[in-house]
């Protein structure tokens, strides 16, 4: 059974940081692809960033240059730093993980709760 659990949301203004932090049970980032996701108002679920178990990097056209995505194996923990902050980026984000990578939200098994990301002009 894989628990995935978010934390690091929260607030901050246009231009600044946030860092998202996933804590996965034992094993679930060395042997899953394990992702980004958002659901922000009105929108569908989108990926932001996707990491294989190789560590293997990889974004969304809006997340490339502003966001990086790394993990730490040994402490089962997925990461997104996030700067440059734009309003658009408001959403609820969520941490998934996969057997095997992509972008579409149903090849994950796999989901935490989500923690709310609000941008302020």
């Known amino acids: 059974q894989v628990v995935l659990v978010e934390s690091g949301g929260g607030s901050a203004p246009a231009g600044g940081s946030l860092r998202l932090s996933c804590a996965a049970s034992?094993?679930?980032?060395?042997?899953?692809?394990m992702a980004w996701f958002l659901h922000g108002p009105g929108k569908e679920r989108e990926g932001v960033s996707i990491?294989?178990?190789?560590?293997?990097?990889s974004y969304s056209e809006s997340a490339k240059g502003r966001f990086t995505i790394s993990k730490d194996n040994a402490k089962n923990a997925l990461y997104l730093q996030m700067t440059s902050l734009k309003v658009e980026d408001n959403a609820m984000y969520f941490c998934?993980?996969?057997?095997?990578?992509?972008?579409?939200?149903?090849?994950?098994?796999?989901w935490g709760q989500g923690t709310q990301v609000t941008v302020s002009s």
């Open positions: 998934a993980a996969s057997i095997r990578c992509g972008w579409d939200p149903a090849r994950y098994s796999y």
């Open positions: 034992a094993y679930t980032a060395s042997w899953y692809c």
């Open positions: 990491i294989s178990s190789e560590g293997y990097g």
